[in-house]
């Protein structure tokens, strides 16, 4: 079993839809959360970034983190053209040294 | 410049070759990731620097890889007798210290490409 496994997408919806994305995770350390986006031939980005359990909100974006499940998920309402990208989540905690330990990614396309 | 900087974008060469990929960090930084991406795969951790500590080499996958940062700055990470499957991006990040670097505030190169024939 991998250490943090997403929903390997692709993943393609119209303007405006509610998006979610989402990773499970087997470590029970894992006490930081995090969800970058990436655009095609750039760099990964944050976007959203939670500690521990609970919900977070930025925008129209929202990140959950379920750390008694060991699963996290990103929201995007409304969703945009310009959301379309790979979105990696990301999880570390303090005993992982200074390591961040990424999922494979889902590939969104909103489409106009 | 105000980012972080890879060079060079994208390197074709010869299985058996040696190759150096270059990162140079935001001003300032003082955490230094290597990281590799494969095609739909996540990033896999090869290497952390922070100031003047010696390096966390756990995620190098072999020791054809070897990186050097040099004056905390500018790293390099050096691939020996390069293989096929050694084909991938490169990313650096870094971070303005051990505490952002919790957070996840990492800021990423645009990586170097790496093709090997």
């Known amino acids: 079993q991998k250490e943090v496994e997403q929903d390997p997408g692709p993943l393609s919806v119209p303007e405006g839809a509610i998006v979610s994305l989402n990773c499970t995770y087997s470590n029970s350390a894992f006490q930081y959360f995090m969800w970058y986006r990436q655009y095609s031939r750039k760099g990964p980005e944050l976007l959203m970034y939670?500690?521990?359990?609970g919900n977070k909100e930025d925008g129209r974006f929202t990140a959950q983190v379920d750390k008694s499940s060991k699963y996290i998920s990103l929201f995007i309402r409304d969703s945009q053209p310009s959301d379309s990208a790979t979105y990696l989540c990301?999880?570390?905690?303090?005993?992982?040294?200074?390591?961040?330990?990424f999922g494979p990614g889902t590939r969104l396309s909103v489409l106009p | 410049g105000a980012g972080v900087s890879q060079s060079p974008s994208n390197k074709v060469t010869e299985k058996g070759k040696d190759v150096e990929l270059r990162c140079d960090p935001i001003?300032?930084?003082?955490?230094l990731y290597w990281y590799r991406q494969s095609l739909g795969q996540g990033l896999e951790f090869l290497i952390y620097?922070?100031?003047?500590?010696?390096?966390?080499k756990s995620g190098l996958p072999s020791d054809r890889f070897s990186a050097e940062r040099t004056g905390g700055s500018v790293s390099t990470l050096t691939i020996q007798r390069t293989q096929q499957e050694d084909s991938a991006v490169y990313l650096c990040?870094?971070?303005?210290?051990?505490?952002?670097?919790?957070?996840?505030?990492?800021?990423f190169g645009e990586g170097s490409r790496l093709t090997v024939l």
């Open positions: 990040a870094s971070s303005l210290d051990e505490t952002y670097s919790n957070t996840g505030e990492l800021f």
């Open positions: 620097f922070q100031g003047n500590s010696a390096p966390d």
């Open positions: 939670t500690y521990s359990s």
């Open positions: 990301a999880m570390s905690s303090l005993n992982y040294g200074q390591n961040f330990v």
């Open positions: 001003s300032g930084h003082t955490a």
